[in-house]
């Protein structure tokens, strides 16, 4: 209850302080001088203050990266423009971070903090201080009344009835029961509960402003404090690992404590204010730390040892805020040299008191008991068993705070620079138009080609977005829903892209495939049974392939290297002492460990082992020799390959839409509410820290995601062509359908709404069950038929479902194994495990229907539709929406993750959004079959059948 109480003093207490506030009339100003140093301040160069590492939620990252996502917090987006047109300045988050540190002043003055809720802009609002009901932001001055302030040292908001709503909503988050903790569900009615959300969330954008405009939360080198290194992620204690800004640029204010207890005089004498700086999160922490005599006690000793290491510390500390001053009156007086100059000596200083910071932290040991006199109120009870708590330090923990060397964040900035998330989805949809309309004109290769290489650059723009995302966050790209989302769009668009060009590529791939084979092959009878094992040879059809002649010394060669290989791998994965080791090499069968189970789970690691062994390197072979295969043979049969491969262009035409729509989610949803899909790259849970399984299984997983949206894609054409499209006359299957029906489209979708009227929906419904188990043979006497293009879509849509089943199936297979390997059981049904399997299991039964001839055209293609409903659970449900129902279930009302796999909350998660789109294509589907039903059923009598 203390740590909670602390906890939120020091929030009520940051909300409402606002320290050294002087303030200035605008008229002082003249109008030319400001519009002068505006143009001055276009000309600053702000690369150095960009590159200044920092540390944050766990990571370590380059200044440019916190001043977007803080400026993004708080003011909604990325920079910040002066209100007034004439002086036309826009403020980039690095400028603008630093502008509200040096120029804090000037900035409590002006709008930067988001509030757009009209109640809320209301409650703020006085006669003497009104505020307009629209707009979207608020300053610090139109909330307090700095005047009072500072010359009475008064905190007092303008609005009485603004300090008892804060008041009341600062009691609700700390309330002591977590049912009774959610703002938004405090309050009488639904305004009031809306009120008190959206002033939470003003609460946080408020604390943050003060808080950073001070120099805090800006943890800019390592800090020394042993309890830092031994317990950086303990949740009672969490203390940051570095220094904050704030800390480096107030060092002469000290410590606020009294001189009133004898053996205090020697902490607070001996350490300065300037590395004690270094030693805790804030000064008043410290304080309470002392004056608790419990756990944050037993470090004292350790801090004391900083006494014969302080000086070289405390040197460059001073030049730190020397130069920081400098560059901030040089950037107020609009002088670009001296900001270049002392910005460049700033930086060194940070990474000088860095590499000094670094010498002395190992050296932070426990000293020997009783080796440090503390005075003879104090001697015995810093050294007594029960207070001295010696802190070895996490040597894991000093190397992961460790500054970064020079160089290891440009990658970052230039991420940050060009960000290919934002524009890759320009790529797919210029891709989709010059697809779309390639069919309408006369140079229809011409168009299909551009369309084709626009969607190959939108792939090969994400794989260098995605290489620069994995090499910055040292792990696959796909821990958070953002990135789940964005590779899946990734995914979606390389298949696409690939079953739309294979009748070009796959002669040239087929045969490097060949090529990286044994010289062997098996051989069969006329009947196809084995009969024996035979040489490699060349067929008069092969004679005439890229480098036929020498093919037997090409697979001996590969074969060398390619079962060298394939031993090495096997021996990785099941002899080796690494982290990549999935299962023993032997089984164990006898004592206390041996059970039915852990023989499935060695058969299935040994399959998995042996099969990525035996074909793994076999496809990397086979890829490299492509490269010089693929052009040669796909030039020998150009013009049927051409026209092969613009027959399949259904492809792009389902992958594109749904690649784009995708980025495009990412993108604009990630801006607006980065709660539901946050951009940012950060840290990840422990249960995902294994980048081996992370890769393998995680990938193979979110992949399988992108096959079914393919296939989700292709069946949606497939209904819109049902419900929309031109059907055609026919007497059977076989027969060549010409005639078009006598009905317009205006009257059959009259009769499609008939169909779907309350009097006539369940006929119409019920007879959709009854004629799926028949496949198409009601067809077969059918007098209309559907649209010839379903066909090819439904021929489509199972070959993307095939690989959807491929993937899912690997990839439970291989989660099963890493939970195997991670917590000792292959499958426990976890929410996840058993989403999967339900989406492996759905799938499996459409493309088994569609293989007995049991779900027809129509069957399959909303099978395609239906089946991603199933996925949409897995990806979205379990992580967004099943942990808000766990909330309900156990009466708090808050998010709470289920099952290990989960790795988003439930708030915020756009439910309502994702029901509607699902509603959305759940009508579509009903508005297709009851047209196909129209068509095909209702229309045929008795007496028309044969």
Known sequence: ???????????????????????????????????????????????????????????????????????????????????????????????????????????????????????????????????????????????????????????????????????????????????????????????????????????????????????????????????????????????????????????????????????????????????????????????????????????????????????????????????????????????????????????????????????????????????????KNFQSVIWSERVYKPLELDKRVIESSAYPPKNAVDMEITYNKYQPFRSAWIFFLVALIFIAISGMVKIERTVFFLGVLVSLSGIAYSTWGFTLRGIIAGRPPVTNMYETVIWVSFVVAVLGTWFCVIPFIWPGLSWSWRLAGLPLRVKRNSEGKLTGIEADRLSEADKSNFLSSMKTPIQLLVSVIRIGAGGYMLWVLTSSETSFKIIDPLPVLSGKSFSINSLVIWCLGMGTAITAAWYLPRTVLALCGSVITIIPEAFRNKTKLWTSTIDRKYFLLGALPVACMGMMLAHFVGVSSPDILNPRIGSITAVLRNNYWLTIHVLTIVSSYGAGALAWGLGNIALLYYFLGKYQKGVSLSAAATEPPVDGLKERIRKTGKALSPSEIGTTLGSGFKKMAGGDEHLEYSKVRPPREVNTLATYSYKSMQVAVLLLAAGTILGGLWADVSWGRFWDWDPKEVWALICLLVYIVVLHGRFAGWTGTFGTNAGAVLCFSAVMMSWYGVNFVLPKIHGWLNGTGEAKSVGLHSYASGDESGLGIILLCVGLNILLLMAAWARYYVETIQSNKPSDKK
């Not at 702000?46 to 920092?54: A, D, L, M, N």
């Open 1 to 375: 209850m203390l740590r909670i109480f602390l906890t939120f003093t020091i929030l009520f207490s940051t909300l409402f302080s606002v320290q050294d506030i002087h303030l200035k009339a605008a008229d002082d100003v003249d109008s030319q001088e400001i519009l002068a140093l505006a143009k001055k301040r276009a000309e600053f160069d702000w690369s150095v203050w960009k590159r200044i590492p920092t540390l944050h939620q766990g990571r370590i990252k380059p200044l440019d990266t916190l001043a977007d996502e803080i400026a993004t917090i708080i003011t909604g987006r990325s920079y910040w423009e002066e209100p007034d047109p004439e002086i036309n300045i826009k403020y980039r988050a690095p400028e603008l971070l630093f502008a509200w540190i040096s120029e804090r002043d000037k900035w409590l003055d002006k709008s930067v903090i988001r509030c757009e809720f009209r109640p809320l802009r209301k409650l703020f609002s006085t006669e003497e201080h009104p505020i307009k009901e629209e707009g979207k932001f608020v300053a610090v001055s139109d909330i307090l009344d700095l005047k009072l302030f500072l010359e009475k040292g008064e905190r007092k908001f303008h609005s009485e009835k603004a300090f008892k709503e804060i008041q009341k909503v600062i009691q609700i988050l700390g309330h002591p029961d977590p049912k009774k903790r959610d703002p938004s569900r405090v309050g009488k009615g639904a305004a009031e509960k809306a009120l008190n959300k959206n002033l939470a969330s003003f609460i946080r954008h408020f604390q943050l402003f003060l808080s950073v405009s001070e120099g805090r939360n800006i943890y800019v080198v390592p800090g020394l404090d042993p309890r830092t290194l031994a317990k950086q992620f303990d949740t009672d204690n969490q203390i940051s690992s570095w220094v904050p800004l704030s800390d480096l640029l107030k060092q002469e204010e000290g410590l606020r404590r009294s001189k009133t207890e004898e053996g205090m005089e020697f902490v607070q004498s001996s350490l300065e204010p300037t590395v004690t700086a270094l030693l805790a999160k804030n000064p008043e922490e410290f304080v309470i730390a002392i004056r608790s005599i419990e756990y944050p006690v037993g470090p004292i000793p350790q801090f004391a040892q900083l006494l014969k290491l302080k000086a070289p510390i405390m040197t460059v500390m001073k030049n730190v805020k020397t130069n920081f001053e400098a560059a901030s009156n040089s950037y107020q007086t609009g002088d670009t040299s001296e900001f270049s100059n002392s910005m460049k000596s700033f930086s060194r200083n940070l990474r000088e008191l860095a590499e000094e910071i670094s010498i002395v932290r190992p050296k932070l040991t426990p000293p020997e008991p009783k080796s440090i006199d503390f005075g």
